[in-house]
């Protein structure tokens, strides 16, 4: 996946518009023009199309945790200059403040079913024994599943409920 489809996607599910994106960057003090942002969420095709970098994402990932999780205490995370699709589903993870059966739950809807010890591997430091690369199918379904919990069409919001909590 792109760095422009992944913050197409997550444009969409959150419903935002340009001046809500400008707000993002703003809690990492990252400067961006409406014309920037229409740029990286136009198609490859258009050409109008600006290729969004991994710092850019970067910062709009953790512009979008404080968004959505409040300003931690201290200096402002400090973003990466190069993403993988492990780091991003963390840095989604973290910012919708989902746990492990939530994220399961989620990427149920989107009909991939995986264990919560091969969702756990996606988490893990890169040289731990155990950590696995997040591919894009993974990522993809992930981020479908979140259009589908947030928004739902009619159909899909009928048919939705969370899993119950297990002790």
Same mark, same amino acid.
């Given at each position: ?8 996607? +997550?444009?969409? +599910? ?7 994106? *400008?707000? *993002? ?12 942002? $229409? %740029? ?11 290729? #969004? ?20 205490? %201290? ?13 991003? !589903? ?15 739950? *989620?990427?149920? /809807?989107?009909? /991939?079913? *995986? $264990? ?6 996606? !988490? ?9 690369? #997040?591919?894009?199918? +993974? ?5 479908? %599943? /979140? ?21």
């Amino acid at each position: 996946m792109t760095n422009n489809d992944i913050l197409r996607r +997550v444009h969409y +599910v959150l419903d935002l518009n340009d001046n809500k994106v *400008i707000a *993002i960057f703003k809690h990492v003090e990252y400067p961006v023009t409406r014309e920037q942002i $229409s %740029g990286w969420l136009k198609k490859e095709q258009d050409t109008d199309y600006k290729n #969004c970098n991994d710092n850019q994402l970067a910062h709009f990932l953790n512009g979008l945790i404080i968004e959505k999780r409040g300003k931690r205490e %201290g200096p402002l995370p400090k973003a990466e200059k190069s993403l993988n699709n492990n780091l991003i !589903f963390t840095k989604l993870k973290i910012a919708f403040n989902l746990k492990a059966e939530d994220v399961l739950a *989620i990427l149920e /809807l989107a009909d /991939l079913r *995986i $264990s919560k010890h091969e969702l756990s591997a996606f !988490f893990r430091k890169s040289d731990h024994k155990h950590y696995r690369s #997040c591919k894009d199918q +993974v990522l993809r379904n992930f981020l479908m %599943g /979140l259009q589908l919990r947030y928004r739902p069409t009619e159909q899909n919001a009928s048919s939705f409920s969370w899993p119950e909590k297990k002790d």
